[in-house]
């Protein structure tokens, strides 16, 4: 049970949830139309090119799932820890993803798969980063395990049990960001097609150097 969460956390996991939404919704709405920042779809994808002995199709989302696990193996390299915690090397992490999604916008353009890789790669980075806190799962790129905790909580409240209320509250905010930013991708996709992941990727730049600039005068590690 999360005894309590800091605001910078609550901001912090909003905008990551936001941005991943922006991300996705670009993926869906590009030349491929995929999800990029979530991978039980993609995993199906690859076994259906499997069954089908499609052997491109196989390579591309499999290649989709290495990049997402590149991400994560960044995050680890980079931040060093699982645990979200203040004065770690996140400053790092988001000028990375930032770096990432810039280098994904031409590739999308000219319809490349290696711009869902590297948008794929920024996604698996961001969602590794901030992994858990108090001992809870936080992911800010897929909802599942969002809308789980969420449904058990309410079950409880049904039968009458006490219910992690900030638990709750932490899974609503992750929802609701996660949609503002899917709603935010497709408004913006109308004018600006791929261009769109300039906004998440302008977000995430902004954050990190914010984050290195308040790590370097407290004191703390970058």
Known sequence: MIRQLPRWAWLGGGLLACIAGTINTVGYLGFRHEAISHLTGTTTLLG????????????????????????AMLSGFIVQHHTLQLGRRYGVALLVEAGLLLLAVPLLHAQMDLGLYAASVACGLQNAMVSTYSGTVLRTTHLSG??????????QLLRGLEADMLRVRLCVMLIGSFLVGSVMGGLA???????????????TGITGLCYHVYASRSGRSL
Request: no cysteine; aromatic share 10%; net charge negative.
């Open 146 to 155: 969002s809308f789980t905790d969420l449904g058990i909580a309410l079950g």
């Open 189 to 203: 996709y109308r004018w600006l097609q791929e261009d769109t992941l300039l906004i998440p990727a302008a977000l």
């Open 48 to 71: 259906i090119a499997a069954a089908g002995g499609d052997l491109g199709e196989g390579l591309h989302w499999l290649l989709v799932l290495l990049a997402f696990l590149l991400g």
